[in-house]
């Protein structure tokens, strides 16, 4: 995902018009529109402030997006901007968008479009075992369910987004840690708290790094 990608998503994701932004911006639609249709040029260090502030963006991820576009460019590798979130995922067992960090550039090999993604940077060592160590950055596809045996992310009561193996046995659900040193996690399939929110696609080794 590009710049013109970026503004044009997160635009949506808030429900702004392009009036919205062109009056934070202090610039007329057309000038808006030819951003998000990658008619960009160059963008004034004020207009990136604004526009960042109305996105709820770092400033740093429209500067950085740009600097991502030569860099990967240069190395011939394809890349999309997927949304990072923190831990925790709402009540209601996802993610809202005012709670994302930032836009992170991810390889976009073996994956389709960048709406259908989330990313999480690993904490602690429980799915060592799976290769996966703290500060990596863990690439999941959006889902509600998962099958026997796969990598995704749940949140239950406490509504902390975790990592972990999906198991069944014997009609129970077990959230299994790839790390022996760590207790598997029951879960009655009842439980309304539970919620599956995304299947593993890929990590990103030392993403803290």
């Given at each position: 995902?590009?710049?013109?990608?970026?503004?044009?998503?997160?635009?949506?994701?808030?429900?702004?018009?392009?009036?919205?932004?062109?009056?934070?911006?202090?610039?007329?639609?057309?000038?808006?529109?030819?951003?998000?249709?990658?008619?960009?040029?160059?963008?004034?260090?004020?207009?990136?402030?604004?526009?960042?502030?109305?996105?709820?963006?770092?400033?740093?991820?429209?500067?950085?997006?740009?600097?991502?576009?030569?860099?990967?460019?240069?190395?011939?590798?394809?890349?999309?901007?997927?949304?990072?979130?923190?831990?925790?995922?709402?009540?209601?067992?996802?993610?809202?968008?005012?709670?994302?960090?930032?836009?992170?550039?991810?390889?976009?090999?073996?994956?389709?479009?960048?709406s259908h993604?989330?990313?999480?940077?690993?904490?602690?060592?429980?799915?060592?075992?799976?290769?996966?160590?703290?500060?990596?950055?863990?690439?999941?596809?959006?889902?509600?369910?998962?099958?026997?045996?796969?990598?995704?992310a749940f949140?239950?009561?406490?509504?902390?987004?975790?990592?972990?193996?999906?198991t069944e046995?014997?009609?129970?659900?077990?959230?299994?840690?790839?790390?022996?040193?760590?207790?598997?996690?029951?879960?009655?399939?009842?439980?309304?708290?539970?919620?599956?929110?995304?299947?593993?696609?890929?990590?990103?080794?030392?993403?803290?790094?």
């Amino acid at each position: 995902m590009d710049i013109k990608d970026i503004i044009k998503t997160r635009r949506k994701e808030l429900r702004l018009s392009l009036l919205d932004i062109a009056k934070a911006c202090d610039v007329s639609e057309a000038t808006v529109s030819r951003w998000e249709s990658g008619d960009i040029g160059d963008m004034k260090r004020s207009r990136i402030a604004s526009l960042s502030k109305v996105l709820k963006l770092s400033p740093a991820v429209i500067v950085g997006t740009i600097e991502d576009d030569e860099m990967y460019s240069n190395v011939g590798i394809g890349y999309m901007r997927i949304p990072l979130y923190p831990p925790i995922c709402c009540g209601n067992g996802g993610f809202a968008d005012e709670d994302i960090v930032e836009y992170v550039p991810v390889p976009s090999k073996g994956l389709s479009d960048p709406s259908h993604y989330f990313c999480q940077i690993a904490e602690g060592d429980s799915m060592k075992d799976a290769g996966i160590d703290e500060g990596d950055l863990l690439v999941f596809e959006k889902t509600s369910s998962v099958y026997n045996g796969m990598i995704g992310a749940f949140c239950v009561d406490e509504n902390e987004a975790m990592c972990k193996k999906y198991t069944e046995v014997n009609g129970m659900i077990i959230l299994q840690p790839m790390n022996s040193e760590y207790p598997v996690i029951p879960v009655d399939p009842l439980n309304e708290h539970f919620r599956c929110v995304g299947k593993l696609k890929k990590s990103i080794k030392n993403f803290n790094d």
